[in-house]
Structures are given as C-alpha cells and as structure tokens.
Nanobody, 123 residues
C-alpha cells in the first residue's frame, strides 16, 4: 500500500527556516516524481515544487523560487523541502504527492497524497 507521511511543520517567525520531510512506504521512491503542494485557509491548493524521478530535475512555483529547495534521498526513501526566508504568506498545510513520470506542479498529475503538515509563519 502506497503511503506518504509528511513531517517537519510547525510555527516559525518570518525570515526563519523549516525543513519538511515526505517519507514513503509501500513503494520505492526512486521511480516516482514527488511534488509538494500547499493550501492556505480559504484558498485553493497550489503547487510548490516537484522533483522528477529520472534525472532529478526540479521545478518551483515563482512564489518560492530562490527560497525553497527540494531534494531526495532515495536511500532513506524520503524527499525534503527546505524552506528558507519564510514569509507569513507561506502559512499553509503542506502536502506531498507521488506519481510516475511527472514533471509539473499540477495536482491532477499526482495520484498518491499524504495527509499534510501545518506550517505557520508568524511573529
């Protein structure tokens, strides 16, 4: 059974950093692209970042370019999202998602989803 579990969320001050983890079980992460998405209160869920399975290409939403970095550790079956210079508008529930052959930030391209982890950026 494919399962994704996010962790690492929490409360951080503006300008701070957090590292989110997406741990996979039931499948080998090597063959899957992983995407990070977020949903703020009252807003639609949006794509944040994606890392491909084949060559490790990365994709970012314009709003996080230069601040967030996605990476994968296949040995640990885990994908990370390093978030620096956090802003209050980054506050949201963050989800990771997996699927084969994806190179996009489109929700519809991902079939397996985690339950999410809350990130709150506030002073």
């Amino acid at each position: 059974q494919v399962q994704l579990v996010e962790s690492g969320g929490g409360l951080v001050q503006p300008g701070g950093s957090l590292r989110l983890s997406c741990a996979a079980s039931g499948f080998t992460l090597d063959y899957y692209a992983i995407g990070w998405f977020r949903q703020a209160p009252g807003k639609e869920r949006e794509g944040v970042s994606c890392i491909s399975s084949s060559d490790g290409s990365t994709y970012y939403a314009d709003s996080v370019k230069g601040r967030f970095t996605i990476s994968r550790d296949n040995a640990k079956n885990t994908v990370y999202l390093q978030m620096n210079s956090l802003k209050p508008e980054d506050t949201a529930v963050y989800y990771c998602a997996a699927d084969v052959g994806v190179r996009s930030l489109k929700q519809a391209d991902f079939g397996s989803w985690g339950q999410g982890t809350q990130v709150t950026v506030s002073s």
